[in-house]
């Protein structure tokens, strides 16, 4: 059974940083790809990061440069260090495995999500 466990999410000022965790359970990250998307109201949700696996990253054209995804092997948890954020990053942002190929930015290629952590920018 596989659960995800996303955490990090909170309130902050524009230019502030948050740091997203993800803690796997019955999957093995570091051998897998990991996704984080996030999800505004109204809005489709969308891909931030692509985290390959063995350090490989992607990200969306405009998380570039302030946003880094990592994994940490010993905890089995992804993290998404978010930097110099702004109103336009609120969102519940969630993390994503077990991808079916194809585009990695479209959601419907990942069977597993975490609950979400919400982040707002104020």
């Known amino acids: 059974h596989v659960q995800l466990v996303e955490s990090g999410g909170g309130a902050v000022q524009a230019g502030g940083s948050l740091n997203l965790s993800c803690v796997a359970s019955?999957?093995?990250?570091?051998?897998?790809?990991v996704a984080w998307f996030r999800q505004s109201p109204g809005k489709e949700r969308e891909g931030v990061a692509f985290?390959?696996?063995?350090?490989?990253?992607l990200y969306t054209d405009f998380m570039k440069g302030r946003f880094i995804g990592s994994v940490d092997s010993a905890k089995n948890t992804a993290y998404l260090q978010m930097n110099n954020l702004t109103r336009d990053d609120s969102a519940m942002y969630y993390c994503?495995?077990?991808?079916?190929?194809?585009?990695?930015?479209?959601?419907?290629?990942?069977?597993?999500w975490g609950q979400g952590t919400q982040v707002t920018v104020s």
């Open positions: 019955g999957y093995v990250i570091r051998t897998n790809h």
């Open positions: 985290l390959l696996p063995y350090g490989n990253r």
């Open positions: 994503a495995v077990g991808w079916r190929g194809g585009l990695w930015s479209e959601s419907f290629r990942w069977n597993h």
